[in-house]
């Protein structure tokens, strides 16, 4: 190998690694993506990822060429629809249908590519999905229009940050502690019926890493040691953040407004849960930019996910139910990506995020510190830790069942 098409090689390979990173993707399937990539192009390589750094080690094939690059990376935020992008153009290439020219260029254009949402969109989703978990809870009315108004303040702080880095560094608590303080005032003010912790919770849904906590066991399950392990603890400590931020909050909002007396408001009808589930998957299209033409399949997985789990509940025990469901979406996105010669991630995230225990993480939070259930929830500890093992089990013996086409 002459040692011009050494140095095309690796730049493209580092790249690509970037790329995927910033957009999200787990350490296993990146690893597993780069080594197929590296193959192809005739050279071998080996992969260190973790959610704030990443390593490459590629050589040719007698050792002539050796290169290692080091980076320090910020943690990857979730774009559904560049990674798709992304895994199209290294399809093609794998194919042979474009040079290693064509595709370094074509990366270029889809890292610059813009949100392909605009802000009213991007505000609406956050308003949306906010309401849309309040449903889930089982929550009436009020808390459901209340949640979704805060949800959208707490846009407005995501908007803030994205133009100050100061604001970046606080965002989570000073969101959590915004959304507390509006309830109280709420609560105050203009409707005692409202549930405080409920639609606090529901207001900053987007920020509770429950997906997080779940990709974190996923890594530590495939022997992803380093990566798996920062990423859980990440995440915890993004969780105690935003208790704090809304500990904080309330207790302001008391001490300002006062204490109104809570009066129960009348719960929704159970089968609304389907259609908060419609309106969660609508709203996770525009936040983790999923491209249109896998919307449907998007939307499916959520529902797949649901009633999977709920249709098993009346015969498993507690907890039980999210392996049939993380089993269900597991089989599916392998199926999708067979169908759409797309990335199993597209789907599989809808699926997780509507099984994952992010919540009863934070509901769990509040009962220790203050010893306080703002819904009713029973073993939650022992419950949500089952859960989570559920979820990596039902995707584990998914992948055995309908293996996967891609390492995506």
């Known amino acids: 190998m002459h040692k011009a098409d050494f140095i095309q090689i690796r730049r ?12 999200g993707t787990p350490a296993f399937r990146q690893e597993a993506h780069l080594t197929e990539v590296a193959t192809y192009l005739g050279v071998h ?19 002539e060429d050796e290169y290692t690059h080091a980076a320090r990376v910020q943690p990857g935020e979730l774009d559904l629809g560049s990674l798709s992008r992304t895994d199209e153009l290294v399809t093609q290439l794998l194919e042979g249908k474009l040079t290693l020219t064509e595709a370094d260029k074509l990366l270029d254009e889809i890292d610059a590519l813009p949100n392909p949402y605009n802000l009213l969109a ?25 949640s979704s108004l805060i949800g959208l303040v707490v846009y407005c702080w995501v908007l803030w940050a994205s133009k100050s880095r100061r604001v970046t560094h606080m965002l989570e608590p000073m969101v959590a ?18 549930n405080i912790r409920l639609v606090v919770l529901s207001s900053i849904i987007v920020f509770i890493p429950g997906l997080a906590l779940a990709l974190g066991l996923a890594e530590l399950s495939s022997r992803h040691l380093v990566s798996g392990t920062a990423r859980v603890m990440d995440a915890i400590m993004l969780l105690f953040k935003l208790y704090f931020g809304a500990f904080l909050g309330i207790a302001f909002g008391f001490g300002m407004f006062g204490q109104a007396e809570f009066v129960p408001a009348e719960p929704l009808p159970r089968w609304m849960a389907w259609l908060a589930i419609l309106l969660l998957c609508t709203s996770l299209i525009v936040i ?15 529902f797949i996910a649901y009633g999977a789990s709920i249709f098993s509940a009346p015969y498993l025990e507690h907890g ?89």
């Not at 390589?45 to 050792?63: G, M, Q």
């Not at 991007?122 to 849309?132: D, Q, V």
């Not at 502690?177 to 409202?194: F, N, P, Q, R, V």
């Not at 703002?374 to 859960?387: D, K, N, R």
Request: aromatic share 12%.
């Open 12 to 23: 493209f390979i580092v790249k690509l690694g970037k790329m995927l990173h910033k957009y």
């Open 45 to 63: 390589a080996s992969f260190i990822s973790t959610p704030t750094s990443l390593t490459f080690v590629i050589w040719s094939d007698k050792h």
């Open 122 to 146: 991007t505000g609406g989703a956050f308003c949306l999905s906010s309401g849309a978990f309040a449903m889930l809870l089982g929550s009436g009315w009020h808390d459901v229009l209340w």
């Open 177 to 194: 502690m915004t959304a507390g303080l509006l309830a109280c005032a709420i609560s105050s003010y203009l409707d005692a019926s409202i």
């Open 288 to 302: 983790f930019r999923i491209r249109l033409k896998h919307a449907p399949w998007a939307l499916l997985s959520g």
């Open 320 to 408: 039980l139910a999210t392996f049939v469901g993380a089993f269900a979406v597991g089989v599916y996105s392998n199926l999708f990506t067979r169908l759409a010669n797309a990335p199993a991630s597209i789907v599989v995230m809808q699926g997780l995020i509507v099984l994952v225990p992010g919540s009863k993480t934070y509901i769990g939070l509040n009962s220790f510190v203050s010893g306080q259930d703002f819904v009713h929830a029973e073993h939650v500890g022992q419950e949500t830790f089952l859960i989570f093992m559920s979820l990596v089990a039902g995707l584990i013996f998914a992948n055995v069942v309908m293996p996967t086409k891609k390492a995506l």
